[in-house]
T-cell receptor, first 111, second 114 residues
Framework: DAKTTQPPSMDCAEGRAANLPCNHS???????VYWYRQIHSQGPQYIIH???NNETNEMASLIITEDRKSSTLILPHATLRDTAVYYC????????????FGPGTSLSVIP | GAGVSQSPRYKVAKRGQDVALRCDPI?????LFWYQQALGQGPEFLTY????????KSGLPSDRFFAERPEGSVSTLKIQRTQQEDSAVYLC????????????FGPGTRLTVT
């Protein structure tokens, strides 16, 4: 079973920021938080990951709470092409091979 | 550059047939993963290779499933005596090194068992 929990679905208006929450209350100190997304009929695509600090790249920002029990993925200006299922995953530094995806959050960007 | 490719993209098999699904990872990628994704669900881990060594096959659902990566590059997932419950999308992913690095996924092979 997945160790993270996410809302099953969310809507976001085009051009607005999409904030996708993830709860990982049992995360351990050697586990990263990874985000992937899966556009319909494609394989998952890596977005971003972090350990303790907030991270930003060209796709998104990742905000991790100080206690590391939750995080938020932020897409600053959502477009229709961001409509996808977003997966939040804990990946261990040592047991990195068995990646457990949950059901994710289905994000719909609305024109 | 070329990403991860998988073939065939679609496969229809009659119950009881054997199938072979191919994965071409990104050149030079050490780690290779196979996943099974049922409709409406997230991918489920099947097996992991580090070069040619299959280090984890704990996710393979039965002994009808077999995976190999004999030269440390191309991998094949074989399913013997297919059953209807094997119908799913089979995803392959590769990553550059050993460790918790980002995985690059192929488009998947959609297997339908009739």
């Amino acid at each position: 079973d997945a160790k993270t929990t996410q809302p099953p679905s969310m809507d976001c208006a085009e051009g607005r920021a999409a904030n996708l929450p993830c709860n990982h209350s049992t995360i351990s100190g050697n586990e990263y938080v990874y985000w992937y997304r899966q556009i319909h009929s494609q394989g998952p695509q890596y977005i971003i990951h972090g350990l303790k600090n907030n991270e930003t790249n060209e796709m998104a920002s990742l905000i991790i709470t100080e206690d590391r029990k939750s995080s938020t993925l932020i897409l600053p200006h959502a477009t229709l092409r961001d409509t996808a299922v977003y997966y939040c995953i804990d990946i261990s530094k040592t047991s990195y091979d068995k990646v457990i995806f949950g059901p994710g959050t289905s994000l719909s960007v609305i024109p | 550059g070329a990403g991860v490719s998988q073939s065939p993209r679609y496969k229809v098999a009659k119950r009881g047939q054997d199938v072979a699904l191919r994965c071409d990872p990104i050149s030079g990628h050490v780690s290779l993963f196979w996943y099974q994704q049922a409709l409406g669900q997230g991918p489920e881990f099947l097996t992991y290779f580090q070069n040619e060594a299959q280090l984890d096959k704990s996710g393979l659902p039965s002994d009808r499933f077999f995976a190999e990566r004999p030269e440390g590059s191309v991998s094949t997932l074989k399913i013997q005596r297919t059953q209807q419950e094997d119908s799913a999308v089979y995803l392959c992913a590769s990553s550059l090194a050993v460790g918790p690095y980002e995985q690059y996924f192929g488009p998947g092979t959609r297997l339908t068992v009739t």
